[in-house]
């Protein structure tokens, strides 16, 4: 009988667990020809008193060898190598194989966009300011996962797979409309009702329905990226206007209008992304007669309607009379868990008939036992339980903020507290340019996520911040600060 003792030499010190390292020297063994098809190989008993192990560590060995189809086992007979030897197989063991990279780059010519952003850092800081992110900690995500358990339990795949997945559940639609028409005053039905994958998808779609090459939209600057992106990679010409403390300039989107034909306009209307401003009343009622007038659509990116402070939120521009010229926007990722991918769009009928049909061409459907657990969160009213559970901690955590920075920042910068939302936007002295001040921050633990150095300012999340985490970065940045004072001293 071959030596097999010889053959495998275990090493104790390896994280990788025994079974896996003996099926590897095997299979290395047959792959080189050491060991040839028809090799008899020692039974597990055998092969455990020659090793000294334990038996079942052997069997795990030939099951994991088996399954590759590197060995074959006859019952109650012998286990031989098999006589297809299974060359071409990956091996998941096989560590040294699966860390090559996939050959060279591609060749043929595709298309590119730029990373939005700044390139992740591999460290992650003890404290991350991320720009205005909820606090997962105190999302009822559990309550969400055991119903989302029960359901699949209950086998209500069969029944969801019967519904229109791509335009979402029904159950969640129906409890959207309610829900809506509560908390917005939105009139709406199940037709006018999709559900994707984050606020994301919805912007995504209404872009590649609305813009033809050369379109022109209009945009606030400084804008949320991405949504700019879309609109561009969609064909449209963006038409940057100025936002100042009460939102988009409608008079600058009025001189647009009479000199060309505008397609769209994009608003955030509650705390614009990234300056946190809300449109004024008296600029929201412009921008709908301005719709009426040039025939533009609105789209309204609501994304974070659910959390104001100061006074109750405005209703949204689709809560008025529009002509179905505007497309409303919404999502749970920032109530719940930006994880959860479950945002909405509310329109025409006719416009979601045709948004569904794109929306199958790059998903067939979302989550439906999801969107059903997230139907019945609202139902129960534990949505509502939650949202006024967290908004009374992020209120709490914005002032701790408020405080922090006016007591130990204020020389260095300058902000406005947001009626809602769930970041500070910070501008920051151009003195200090915050590219340093990020990389300063850094090798001190805090990382700042969100930074615009067009305006030497940043988003300052404070929602998903314990209020001793936001005093520490607070702490840091202070430091960070009078590190870089005494440099612009010395030069
Ligand atoms: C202004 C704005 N709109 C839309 C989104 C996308 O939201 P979601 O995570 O629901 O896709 C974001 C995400 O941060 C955002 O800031």
């Known amino acids: ?107 043929a010519p595709f298309k590119k966009q730029q990373v939005i952003g700044l390139q992740k850092d591999n460290r992650l800081a003890e404290i991350i300011i991320d720009d205005g992110r909820p606090d997962i900690r105190i999302s009822p995500i559990d309550l969400l996962l055991k119903t989302y358990r029960s359901l699949i339990q209950r086998r209500y795949a069969t029944q969801n797979l019967e519904q229109n997945m791509a335009q979402g559940s029904l159950a969640l639609r129906t409890e959207l409309v309610t829900y809506l028409a509560e908390s917005r005053g939105l009139n709406s039905t199940i037709d006018n009702l999709l559900i994707t994958s984050g606020a994301q998808m919805s912007i995504y779609l209404s872009s590649q329905l609305l813009l033809e090459r050369g379109d022109f939209i209009i945009v606030g600057t400084p804008n949320y990226p991405m949504a700019n992106q879309v609109f561009q990679q969609s064909g449209g010409r963006l038409i940057e206007v100025d936002v100042d403390q009460y939102g988009l300039d409608v008079d600058q989107v009025e001189k647009h209008c009479q000199n060309q034909p505008v397609k769209a306009v994009y608003v955030i209307p509650h ?167 990020r990389q300063l921050a850094l090798t001190l633990g805090l990382q700042i996520n969100d930074i615009n150095e067009t305006h030497n300012a940043f988003r300052f999340g404070f929602a998903s911040l314990h209020e001793k985490d936001l005093s520490s970065a607070i702490a840091i940045l202070s430091k960070c600060f009078n590190q870089l004072s005494k440099t612009i001293e010395t030069i």
């Open 271 to 437: 705390h614009h992304y990234p300056t946190t401003v809300t449109l004024s009343v008296e600029r929201r009622m412009k921008l709908l007669s301005l719709s009426k007038k040039y025939h533009f659509v609105i789209i309204e990116d609501d994304y974070d309607y659910d959390y104001h402070y100061s006074s109750s939120p405005y209703l949204p521009l689709a809560t008025a009379q529009h002509r179905g010229n505007i497309i409303y926007i919404g999502s749970f990722s920032k109530v719940l868990d930006p994880s959860l991918r479950i945002g909405f769009m509310v329109a025409s009928k006719n416009f979601i008939d045709q948004a569904v049909i794109f929306r199958k061409m790059i998903d067939i459907g979302g989550d439906g036992y999801m969107q059903d657990a997230l139907a019945g969160l609202i139902r129960e009213g534990e949505l509502k339980r939650h949202l006024k559970k967290s908004k009374r901690i992020y209120q709490l955590r914005k002032d701790h903020l408020d405080q922090l920075l006016r007591e130990q920042l204020s020389p260095y910068i300058s902000y406005r507290i947001p009626s809602g939302g769930m970041a500070i936007w910070v501008g920051v002295d151009p003195q200090y340019p915050l590219f340093q001040l």
């Open 1 to 107: 009988m071959f030596p097999f003792d010889r053959l495998i030499a275990i090493d104790k010190n390896s994280k990788k667990p025994i079974y896996l390292q003996i099926a590897f020297i095997l299979s290395e063994a047959i792959r080189n020809g050491v060991l040839q098809a028809g090799t008899p190989i020692p039974s597990s008993r055998d092969l455990a008193k020659q090793l000294n192990l334990h038996r079942k560590t052997i069997v795990a060995a030939y099951e994991e060898l088996s399954a590759q189809e590197w060995i074959t086992v006859v019952p109650r007979k012998k286990t031989v190598v098999s006589s297809n030897i299974p060359i071409l197989q990956p091996k998941k063991w096989n560590s040294e194989q699966t860390l090559r990279p996939y050959e060279n780059p591609m060749q």
